[in-house]
């Protein structure tokens, strides 16, 4: 047995070391932006895309009452031959109404199941998260010791005969 250890890695440590780093500085971008977009899309559907549908739900149940109205108007006036046309623009202003309260609708129901839909794809990046935020972390704080306490240990000089003390001379006698 030799009496030093043959340390021959350590630039495969330190190689190791810097990969790791270059690894957590792109995965955890990555990964936090999992999560933005999930806030974003919650944002956008429960705020921007509610906000839409019910200004557009507001303004096409005024034009269906403008419609009605003209078609109201129609009916009594002597001068109009026909309530085609108005009759045929309340018919599709109560479509236009319809389809954005089914929009609304539909909204409110994705609302409801986003939470359950994704709850269970959140927590594994949750965990992600900590894993490269912790444990990684530490990883890199200990490739980082191990590498120093390397280089400490090969360049302290090997022991030389003249350095090893000699085993403490046993006087005593044994019986035999």
Not at 101 to 106: G, H, S
Not at 110 to 120: I, V
Not at 153 to 159: K, L, V
């Amino acid at each position: 047995m030799s009496g030093q250890a043959q340390i021959t890695s350590i630039a495969a440590l330190e190689s190791f070391r810097s990969d790791l780093i270059v690894f957590l500085s792109q995965m955890r971008p990555a990964v936090d932006e999992v999560g933005g977009e999930l806030v974003r899309m919650k944002f956008w559907l429960e705020n921007e895309q509610r906000d839409f549908w019910e200004n557009q739900a507001r303004r096409r149940r005024r034009r269906l009452e403008e419609a009605e109205a003209e078609l109201f108007n129609a009916r009594l006036s002597p001068l109009h031959d026909s309530t085609i046309l108005p009759h045929l623009a309340v018919q599709r202003a109560q479509q236009s109404v319809q389809e954005a309260e089914q929009k609304l609708a539909a909204l409110k129901k994705w609302g409801r199941e986003l939470e359950n839909l994704t709850d269970p794809m959140i927590k594994p990046v949750g965990q992600l998260q900590g894993f490269l935020a912790a444990d990684l972390a530490r990883g890199v704080a200990f490739l980082t010791q191990a590498i120093q306490a390397l280089e400490a240990y090969t360049n302290t000089a090997p022991p030389t005969a003249t350095n090893i003390p000699a085993p403490p001379a046993d006087d005593t006698v044994k019986p035999t």
